[in-house]
């Protein structure tokens, strides 16, 4: 909620400094994401060390395709789009927020780099390496604190989850 409260304070002291150079989504965006990011570095330099709320992980999932699917295979796919989740935990931060950026929140590169004041070429590499990162987090296999009896699920040659 503080950090919240500082993003719209910013945005409402700042808005008249808005050169439209991109667009307001993304400007807002990235004075969010500085925001966080120092609320996050003074959180770690008091407590030393990084603490992720899972909870907004938790609750990021991914809309299942066929509403009116087989309940069994639905849970199926909300296990398998829950231990992605996991994986994607498992990342480091700078390859978890390409990730999330662009493949969850659907954000393009272009507006990814402008966010992160890095280049596009930047982004693309950097999304390929998180990637790859995190197909070799799920091939591996890992387990879920209370979830280990519950199941795996592996990446077949062609780099799908099964």
Same mark, same amino acid.
């Given at each position: ?15 008249? /400094? $808005? @050169? ?16 966080? $990011?120092?609320?996050?570095? @003074?959180? /770690? ?12 992980? *938790? ?8 509403? =009116? ?8 796919? @909300?296990? @398998? ?20 950026? *662009?493949?969850?929140? %659907? !954000?393009?590169?272009?507006? !990814?780099?402008?966010?992160?004041? &890095?280049? &596009?070429?930047?982004?693309?590499? #950097?999304?390929? #390496? ?6 070799? &987090?799920?091939?591996?296999? $890992?387990?879920?604190? %209370?979830?280990? %009896?519950?199941?795996? $699920?592996?990446? =077949?040659?062609? %780099? *799908?989850?099964?």
């Amino acid at each position: 909620m503080d950090a919240l409260q500082e993003i719209l304070y910013q945005v409402n002291r700042s808005m008249p /400094n $808005f @050169k439209e150079k991109s667009s307001l989504y993304t400007w807002v965006y990235r004075l969010g994401s500085n925001v966080c $990011f120092n609320f996050r570095k @003074k959180r /770690n330099q008091t407590a030393n060390q990084v603490e992720w709320d899972e909870s907004l992980y *938790h609750s990021m999932m991914l809309p299942i395709e066929q509403p =009116n699917e087989d309940p069994d295979r639905m849970c199926e796919v @909300k296990y @398998k789009q829950y231990l992605v989740q996991q994986a994607i935990l498992k990342l480091p931060e700078n390859q978890r927020i390409l990730l999330v950026l *662009h493949d969850i929140e %659907g !954000i393009s590169s272009s507006e !990814i780099a402008q966010i992160l004041n &890095i280049t &596009i070429n930047a982004v693309k590499s #950097r999304l390929h #390496r998180s990637r790859v990162a995190l197909r070799n &987090i799920i091939s591996k296999g $890992f387990s879920v604190k %209370g979830m280990e %009896g519950v199941g795996t $699920f592996s990446v =077949n040659s062609s %780099g *799908h989850l099964r």
